[in-house]
């Protein structure tokens, strides 16, 4: 993965992880670099996402099923699972939950106008968060 960031902006890697009762679980890490105005690495993004939930077989076979091919996110169906068991665990553990949105204004003009090209280089360019 190191290898692969030295030579692009972005990666995407099947990773096992220790999580903190020290066991480990399968997950899905990104990388982005971030760079500043003047086109200098500022810093990098790294999203970790749990791949538990979801079974050995498709974890290995599928996992473009679950992650979208442009920006590397979870895509809506695997993120409305981690969001309900998310909401379950806290639940279950009395614990506060928060989900944050974000939503680009008028991105539908954006791909209208420009075309889907143009839309997709734009949200390539955000790093992963």
Known sequence: MREELQL????????SYRSHDGQFY????????????HG???????????????????????????FD????LPNLQLLTQLIQESMQHAEAKQLS??????DIDFFKN?????????????LSSFPSV
């Open 110 to 122: 954006i791909n209208d106008r420009l075309g889907a090209t143009v839309g997709d280089a734009l």
């Open 97 to 102: 939950l928060a989900v944050c949105s974000l």
């Open 69 to 72: 091919a442009l920006t590397g």
């Open 40 to 66: 200098e690495i500022d810093h990098h993004v790294i999203v970790l996402a749990d791949l538990s939930a979801i079974p050995a077989h498709a974890r290995h076979l599928n996992r473009e099923v679950y």
């Open 8 to 15: 692009r902006d972005r990666s995407k890697s099947q990773v």
């Open 26 to 37: 399968p997950g899905m890490m990104s990388i982005n670099r971030v760079r500043n105005e």
